[in-house]
């Protein structure tokens, strides 16, 4: 965008006067230019999350369908909050969910006391373990998996 700056009728230290008309020639560029600029940032930005929503079901499909069961691609607000607040993954899921060590237990076939220890951090838990847990809250398996540098 370009145009020729108009020559003010008045400049102080403290303001700049311009016709009416050439103010509203800037007024009437500059709004458009805004505007548009505006509306294409928004059209790019539902097209991301258009885009971002897509991959996100054609991975939950594609795990799913390894699974055997569906799986929430996405991570709730309250679990990444838990996360980062210190909260093991495991225990940040169970708690989204609403369900104690023991409902846990009951639908992995793990046992209480492992996931109190994989919660407390006191236990890792094996690949085997971690699927069983994930499988149960519906979500992938990386989903519990910690970085060293938490």
Known sequence: ??????????????????SRGDWDQIVSILGE?????ELTEDEDDVAAVAAA??????????????????????????VVRAKCDGTHPVRAWRDYRGWTQLHLSLKSGVGRDLIAQIETRRKNGSVET??????????PIEALIEEDDR
Not at 33 to 37: D, E, G, Q
């Open 53 to 78: 929503r897509s991959e996100d079901a054609r991975f939950a499909a594609r795990v799913s369908a390894e699974r055997g069961s569906t799986i929430e691609a996405t991570i709730p607000i309250e």
């Open 130 to 139: 971690l699927d069983r847990l994930a499988s149960s809250l519906g979500i």
């Open 1 to 18: 965008m370009s145009f020729a700056l108009p020559k003010p009728k008045r400049v102080t230290a403290d303001e700049v006067v311009l």
């Open 33 to 37: 230019s805004s505007a548009t600029r």
